[in-house]
């Protein structure tokens, strides 16, 4: 069975060497003219892989194993920072109080949602400060062990219908007109 490091590790390796951001480029640029063969994009573009660079420090949850393979991407909706744009947050639920007592990193977003990091378990979590708006009992959508994880089965696997809530819980799937989505099928990360 392949570590969630190693399907991180391959699966960017894969889209480097497809040139994945070249199509993707390429199918936004369709998209704009009014193809919409590819599916619909959101508004920053589907797919960003920056140069890799060193860590510059211990960092939980494999979050320096991600930079050593690209500092910052963005995957559809799902987006990682760069290393120097790693900051302290607070999660709090809808009365503005903490969640719990852990030391929370904000290390990117999810649409206009909160991508976070426990500083110390490098536990990762998806989670919506508006929840109570889509009458959800809480706003942690998903969390992973760590940053392999979330890369190798949502960012890049069959689990990122899950970004935006529950399925069951959507008004349609959204996933099936996603270009990012679409894409990970069409090079065989997601089999439906």
């Given at each position: 069975?392949?570590?969630?490091?190693?399907?991180?590790?391959g699966k960017i390796a894969l889209l480097r060497e497809l040139d994945a951001v070249g199509e993707m480029e390429r199918r936004w640029d369709?998209?704009?003219?009014?193809?919409?063969?590819?599916g619909e994009f959101s508004a920053d573009g589907p797919l960003s892989l920056d140069d890799c660079v060193e860590p510059d420090g211990e960092?939980?949850?494999?979050l320096g194993d991600f930079w050593r393979l690209t500092n910052g991407a963005t995957f559809g909706s799902l987006w990682i920072h760069r290393q120097g744009q790693i900051r302290p947050t607070s999660v709090v639920d809808s009365l503005g109080e903490p969640i719990d007592d852990r030391n929370w990193l904000s290390i990117g977003s999810v649409d206009e949602q909160a991508l976070v990091m426990d500083a110390d378990s490098?536990?990762?979590?998806?989670?919506w400060y508006l929840y109570f708006k889509h009458r959800w009992d809480s706003g942690v959508v998903f969390e992973c062990a760590d940053i392999p994880e979330l890369i190798d089965t949502v960012a890049l696997g069959p689990k990122y219908p899950l970004t935006f809530g529950p399925?069951?819980?959507?008004?349609?799937?959204?996933?099936?007109r996603d270009s990012w989505y679409l894409y990970l099928c069409e090079i065989g990360l997601i089999h439906r």
């Open positions: 069975m392949v570590s969630h490091l190693e399907g991180m590790v369709e998209w704009e003219d009014g193809n919409e063969e590819y960092w939980a949850g494999g490098g536990t990762v979590m998806i989670y399925p069951e819980r959507q008004k349609s799937p959204w996933w099936e």
